[in-house]
T-cell receptor, first 115, second 110 residues
Framework: AQSVAQPEDQVNVAEGNPLTVKCTYS??????LFWYVQYPNRGLQFLLK??????LVKGSYGFEAEFNKSQTSFHLKKPSALVSDSALYFC?????????????FGTGTRLKVLA | DVKVTQSSRYLVKRTGEKVFLECVQD?????MFWYRQDPGLGLRLIYF???????EKGDIPEGYSVSREKKERFSLILESASTNQTSMYLC?????????FGPGTRLTVT
């Protein structure tokens, strides 16, 4: 079965330090992987995606993610965290089904950046 | 910019009421989705639609139905609301690849 795991419920990091939010996946075939962010009282916003190509994917707001096939991981990273990055982050994978597709989301990781 | 709008931000309903949640997108996307979001459970797919009048069950369809009469509009219906349907409901649309989400409807069933 295809699945996504976010092993940390919360990540705390000091402002200016690098941050990593972890995601591992289990899919058959080539994975299509995504990161979304949810700011308080708002819907989810797309950050970045990996379909194919370079393992390092760059996205919005200075975020990037590294696809690692051998470790089946797609960790979200940022070199220098901002307080405004504090939000809920979701990793997702596409699952093909009956000629269309569905998303599977992780349970989310709350990032708290401390001033 | 893609815009996905939901009819209400907050809704309070009584047990047993029929509840309609509306979602409209303005980008001519074929695919539309309804999720519910609960703490610690992430987003769970209720129903999705890949074309007008087409629908498919997601992972937790029980107690819900949907309607898609026009391409831009996807409605979620709670036939008889129950307290365990108190949640945040998110609508999304996509063409291929990334999804675009509405702001969500926080539904409380008392």
């Amino acid at each position: 079965a295809q699945s996504v795991a976010q092993p940390e419920d919360q990540v705390n990091v000091a402002e200016g330090n690098p941050l990593t939010v972890k995601c591992t996946y289990s899919v058959s075939g080539n994975p299509y992987l995504f990161w979304y962010v949810q700011y308080p009282n708002r819907g989810l916003q797309f950050l970045l995606k990996y379909i194919t190509g370079d393992n390092l994917v760059k996205g919005s707001y200075g975020f990037e993610a590294e696809f690692n096939k051998s470790q089946t991981s797609f960790h979200l990273k940022k070199p220098s965290a901002l307080v405004s990055d504090s939000a809920l982050y979701f990793c997702a994978v596409i699952r093909a089904t009956s000629g269309t597709y569905k998303y599977i989301f992780g349970t989310g990781t709350r990032l708290k950046v401390l001033a | 910019d893609v815009k996905v709008t939901q009819s209400s931000r907050y809704l309070v309903k009584r047990t047993g009421e029929k509840v309609f949640l509306e979602c409209v997108q303005d980008m001519d996307h074929e695919n539309m989705f309804w999720y519910r979001q609960d703490p610690g459970l992430g987003l769970r797919l209720i129903y999705f639609s890949y074309d007008v009048k087409m629908k498919e069950k997601g992972d937790i369809p029980e107690g819900y139905s949907v309607s898609r009469e026009k391409k831009e509009r996807f409605s979620l219906i709670l036939e008889s609301a129950s307290t365990n349907q108190t949640s945040m409901y998110l609508c999304a649309s996509s063409s291929r690849g990334e999804q675009y989400f509405g702001p969500g409807t926080r539904l409380t069933v008392t």
